[in-house]
Each structure stands twice: as structure tokens, then as C-alpha cells.
């Protein structure tokens, strides 16, 4: 990994991982892309280069590429799970169509390509207890059958042409930096968000509902220890569950109250969220990742509310 693309830089994964990667790799040697209307600004615009790197257009990423003499691309463009259900052609387009020509391009030039499923690719008919790697996938979210499709299109590069592909599926990824775009697990950000603005939180996913999460800083582990992970040690390449904690509303509820023991919560349950979310895994047995490159989360709930709600007060209270 000598000179990385990010693209969809300026997303919650995005905005993380290009700052992540310019420590790791050299700030000059790492792309932000954006497109039109979402463009860097602050640390991101600074830190290094950036670039308008749209997915579906092929001819923009092939020159951003060769410009940069590109080994590696991060393709985290992609609608999130409740935007896509309102937009599903938009998200075929940019998630399929797009991953598509990012994989053209990466066969072009060379590039490996690292492009996140999630624990949407999974659905009623999966598993929901310790999740296996290998099991049925039949989502009935469009978000699911795109991610679904990421992980065998991607699969399909490698064996066919050789291509470098791997990933993840990710977890609700809990972060204080860029506020997430319109997930099933926002709420558990946003009720951070509440806690420290001293807001009484409205939930609208109910009680009980177990999903899988990971605080960022592990996702961020997790992206780049899977793209230098020695390729002989790899059995699967695509799709590799992984996870950091599994809770339910009121486990992280109670978790923040133990820092501000006036916080509330209360209840209004929105249907297509609880819908979606009762399709996902209660808990992902994630020992391949484990196996084959490492994987080996920092943040448990109880860490990760520490350092969100120390991080986050910083942020909105100075
Ligand atoms: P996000 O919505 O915050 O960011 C998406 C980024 O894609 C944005 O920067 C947006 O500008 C960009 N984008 C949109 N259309 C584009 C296009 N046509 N060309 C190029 N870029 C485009 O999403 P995120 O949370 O950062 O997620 C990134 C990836 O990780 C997605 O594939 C998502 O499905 C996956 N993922 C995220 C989570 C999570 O909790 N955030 C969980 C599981 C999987």
C-alpha cells in the first residue's frame, strides 16, 4: 500500500480512514475523493491531496489513478441502508454499477481494492445467533442485496482476473467525527449526541434489539490490517464478518447513564428501521477475521462510551 485512493472520503468511514492512512502511508501519498457538492473541507482539504473521483464515471477514476499512480483503492461510496430503501435504482447505481467500474479500473491498473460489505448482506433467514462466516444470505433490503452482490462481484474479480479484492463486513460503526449517512444503527451515535447536548434521547429502534457495533478506531484497524494482511494466510477475501460489541438499546442506555445518571430515554419506534434491523444478526461470530489476519477489536461498550462521550463533549462543548 504505497499510494491510496479513498473514495466517498468525506463519508463517516471516509473522512476517518484518509486521515488514518495519511499517518500511515505519508500525507502526500494518499487521494481524497469526493464528488460534486460534497467536498472536503478543514484537516481532510489540508492534509493532502484530493481529487473528484465519482464511481459512476469510469474515465474519472482511470485518470485519477494513473495522475496518482494508484496501488490501492478504499471504494466506500454507497448509499446507507434507510437512504437506499427511499432510492434503490440510485443505490444499484452507485453501489453495483459503481463498484463495476472501480473494479475495471483496479484490473487496469493494478490496484488492489477494498470495498466494505456489512452485517446488512445478512437476512431473516440467516442465523441470528454468533452469525457464521460462511451462511445463507437472502436480505430483502435493497441496501443488503447490493452488499450481497459487493462481496460476489468482488470475489468474482479476484478469482477471475486476479484482482486484489478483500473486505469487511462491517458493523453500526460508532463514531464523533463525521455523523453517520443514514444507517439502521445511526441511533446509536445519535444517542451520544442527546447525552451530551443533555437532551432526553428518542429511540427509534425498541428494546431488545440486539445488532452488532465496532467504535471506529477498530473499524479503522480493520481496514488496514486487512489490506496488509499476508495474502497466503487468506482463505476467504470478501466479506469477512467482524465485530466489537452486540447491544440493545437499553445496554448502551444504561452504560451512558453511568456518566450522566440524569440522561433519559424514551421510546418511538420508526417501522422501517425496526424492520430492517430485526432482519440483521444479534451477534456475528467473527473468528475467521480472527484466524486468517488478526482481527482483534480495543473497544468494548464500556471503553467505547468513555472515550465517545470524552471525545464528543470536547467537540460540541469545547
Ligand atoms: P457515508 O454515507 O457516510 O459516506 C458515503 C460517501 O460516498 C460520501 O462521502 C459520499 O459523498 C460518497 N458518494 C456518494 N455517491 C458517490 C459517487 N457516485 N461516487 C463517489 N462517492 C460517492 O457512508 P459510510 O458510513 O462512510 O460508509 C462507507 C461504506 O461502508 C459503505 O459501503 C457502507 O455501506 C459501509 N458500511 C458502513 C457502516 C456504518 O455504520 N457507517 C456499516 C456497515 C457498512
Known sequence: MKNVLVIG???????????????????????????????????????????????????????????????????LAALLSVVAEN???????????????????????????????????????????MTPQDTVQRPGTIYGVSKVTTELLSDYYQKKYGVDTRSVRFPGLISYLTPPGGGTTDYAV????SAVKGEKFVCPIAKGTRMDMMYMPDAMQACINLMEADPEKLIHHNGFNVTAMSFDPEQIFNEIKKHKPNFEMEYDVDPLKQGIADSWPDSLDDSCARAEWGWNPKFDLNAMTVDMLDKLSKKLLG
Not at 457538492?37 to 494513473?66: F, H, Q, R, S, Y
Not at 445519535?190 to 449526541?193: A, G, H, P
Request: contains cysteine; aromatic residues 8%; hydrophobic residues 30%.
Open 9 to 75: 472520503s468525506t463519508g463517516q468511514i471516509g473522512s476517518e480512514l484518509t486521515r488514518e492512512l495519511r499517518k500511515h502511508c505519508g500525507s502526500d501519498n494518499v487521494v481524497a475523493g469526493y464528488i460534486k457538492g460534497c467536498e472536503p473541507t478543514g484537516e481532510l482539504k489540508e492534509g493532502g491531496p484530493a481529487a473528484e473521483c465519482d464511481v459512476t464515471n469510469p474515465e474519472m477514476i482511470a485518470e485519477v489513478v494513473k495522475k496518482h499512480n494508484i496501488d490501492t483503492i478504499y471504494n
Open 87 to 129: 432510492k434503490p435504482k440510485l443505490a444499484w447505481k452507485i453501489g453495483i454499477d459503481g463498484l463495476w467500474n472501480v473494479l475495471e479500473v483496479a484490473r487496469e491498473n493494478k490496484c488492489a481494492v477494498f470495498t466494505p460489505s456489512s452485517i446488512g448482506s445478512f437476512g431473516t433467514s440467516t442465523p441470528h445467533e
Open 190 to 193: 445519535d444517542i451520544f449526541y
